[in-house]
């Protein structure tokens, strides 16, 4: 089965600027999560979503993040505008369901860099 | 909340010299523990997890980790490393019954030949 794809890879803009990220998760998987991994850290969850519905998005920073999943699949994550501290690999990942213990399966991942 | 703290930030071992990479949580509910890793250039994979039952838990390819709750820990194991383990892995925690995932901040295995 295919995996979790995401584009671009790579990204590289100016402070100030915006930037939107594309995932698409496996087939099926009605979860979806985005995280952010900054350089010598573990990731962190920005947002999850259940279908087109958002469970958590406490540590999004909604004054410049926003997400959206309209269909129950694709998402979208977008930073308007970017800041220098932004610079990080974001990952999307999704699972079966909401239940513990799912194996959330990652995309390769975009690094952002800001400068 | 839950947090994990992951004790060594890297560690070089020669192969087919034992290794164990150390993993302790902090939570006030029960929990369900994982260990990922990211081979250089890959993305994260599942490597193992504890979700109940016996505390010992093994992966396909030798690894393995023990849940104790008494010491809050889930240290990875392998007896013999190859140099094909050369990764990063995350330990990361759930609170029972939900799925959100907090990680460590990693640690890096370097195997040497």
């Known amino acids: 089965e295919a995996g979790v794809a995401q584009s671009p890879r790579y990204k590289i803009i100016e402070k100030r600027q915006s930037v939107a990220f594309w995932c698409n998760p496996i087939?099926?998987?009605?979860?979806l999560y985005w995280y952010q991994q900054i350089l010598g850290q573990g990731p962190k969850l920005l947002i999850q979503?259940?279908?087109?519905?958002?469970?958590?998005d406490s540590q999004l920073p909604k004054d410049r993040f926003s997400a959206e999943r309209l269909k129950g699949v694709d998402s979208t994550l977008k930073i308007q505008p970017a800041k220098l501290e932004d610079s990080a690999v974001y990952l999307c990942?999704?699972?079966?369901?909401?239940?513990?213990?799912?194996?959330?399966?990652f995309g390769p991942g975009t690094r952002l860099t800001v400068t | 909340a839950q947090s994990v703290t992951q004790l060594d930030s890297q560690v070089p071992v020669f192969e087919e010299a034992p290794v164990e990479l150390r993993c302790n949580y902090s939570?006030?509910?029960?929990?369900?523990l994982f260990w990922y890793v990211q081979y250089p250039n890959q993305g994260l994979q599942l490597l193992l997890k504890?979700?109940?039952?016996?505390?010992l838990v093994e992966s396909i390819n030798g690894f393995e980790a023990e849940f104790n709750k008494s010491q809050t820990s889930f240290h990875l194991r392998k007896p013999s490393v190859h140099i094909s383990d050369t990764a990063e892995y995350f330990c990361?925690?759930?609170?029972?019954?939900?799925?959100?995932?907090?990680f460590g901040a990693g640690t890096i295995l370097r195997v040497k030949s």
């Open positions: 990942a999704s699972s079966l369901g909401l239940a513990g213990g799912h194996e959330q399966y």
């Open positions: 087939s099926g998987h009605a979860t």
């Open positions: 979503f259940q279908n087109n519905g958002v469970v958590d």
């Open positions: 939570s006030s509910v029960s929990v369900y």
């Open positions: 504890y979700l109940s039952g016996s505390t």
């Open positions: 990361a925690v759930s609170e029972r019954g939900g799925n959100k995932l907090v």
